[in-house]
């Protein structure tokens, strides 16, 4: 893996609403590695399988359940990384500019120098199994690979 690859960090989630009490994630941050048949091969360091309950009268929303899974992603973003790419399918990350202003802050004070958040809408279907398996477990699970 190059200097750069190793400098940037894709943080792919997949997020769902079960229903007005729930919502699941699965998250997985990677590296990219080239080939040498040119193609790219993910490398994930960190998975986590999470899951969010309502508590008390306060209702779940994916829009700020989506900034929390951000941040805690955030947290197990490796040392020598210096850019973040975060990548995600659901419409409320269409409106990335405000993730990136929330996150940015956060991760400048990890070291991370760049934040980038797309809207992703090819299925990456290793963080959907990832949330499926919180909403088995009713609980969240985060392993460094």
């Known amino acids: 893996m190059s200097a750069i690859e190793e400098a940037v960090t894709y943080i ?82 269409v409106r990335s500019i405000e993730y990136r202003e929330h996150v940015r802050a956060f991760a400048n004070q990890r070291g991370v120098k760049t934040v980038i958040v797309r809207h992703h809408t090819k299925f990456i279907p290793n963080i959907m199994q990832l949330a499926n398996d919180a909403l088995e477990r009713g609980e969240s699970i985060i392993a460094a690979l």
């Open 12 to 93: 792919n989630i997949a997020i769902t609403k079960i229903d007005e009490d729930r919502i699941i994630a699965g998250v997985e941050l990677v590296k990219r590695e080239g080939t040498e048949a040119g193609k790219a091969s993910w490398i994930p360091y960190v998975v986590m399988s999470l899951y969010y309950a309502r508590e008390g009268d306060r209702r779940l929303s994916v829009r700020q359940t989506l900034l929390s899974v951000c941040y805690e992603a955030m947290r197990y973003v490796d040392d020598v990384t210096e850019t973040v790419i975060y990548r995600c399918g659901s419409d409320c990350f």
